[in-house]
């Protein structure tokens, strides 16, 4: 303890003839001893490692609507190998319903398959919806998918974990 009050005492005698210049060069000297590390190693490194690849089973093959708008197909092409679907559900519209079950259906790979929509109620079926797709690969990995009748096109798909 009392080798700390003599290092007080003798920091304290220094300081006392310090002017502006000797207080500007001591504040840069411990500003740049303070950043030195914190800019050379201080966070964390970034690695090039590519993003992870999810694979693209189902594309965006056509979308037809009947002339009066009361029913619509829209045909999603299987690129890869065979997958299972798990369900599918209308994102955006209440007044639209899928007219073939799906769930449980094999999509065999390099084929196409319809899904048949139909408009519920009054009004004429408009493409601005979304149809969610769910499925399960050869592995068993499950992912979901956006099909978008209106911009004539699909999202990459996601990748649902097991929790």
Avoid at 22 to 37: D, Q, R, V
Avoid at 45 to 66: D, E, G, I, S, Y
Avoid at 96 to 121: C, M, Q, R, S
């Amino acid at each position: 303890m009392e080798q700390i009050e003599q290092y007080w005492a003798l920091i304290v005698e220094k300081t006392a003839a310090f002017g502006p210049l000797e207080w500007g060069a001591t504040g840069a000297a411990g500003l740049l001893l303070f950043l030195l590390p914190v800019v050379l190693g201080g966070g964390t490194k970034r690695r090039n490692r590519p993003l992870p690849v999810v694979p693209m089973h189902l594309t965006f093959h056509t979308f037809q609507m009947a002339p009066l708008g009361r029913d619509a197909l829209l045909k999603i092409h299987n690129t890869r190998d065979r997958v299972t679907l798990l369900s599918a559900a209308i994102k955006g519209s209440k007044s639209i319903a899928i007219k073939n079950a799906l769930a449980g259906h094999e999509f065999e790979a390099g084929k196409v398959y319809g899904i048949l929509l139909e408009a519920t109620g009054k009004d004429r079926m408009l493409p601005d919806f979304e149809v969610v797709i769910t499925y399960m690969d050869a592995q068993r990995n499950v992912f979901r998918q956006s099909f978008f009748p209106e911009l004539q096109g699909a999202k990459a798909p996601k990748r649902i974990r097991r929790g």
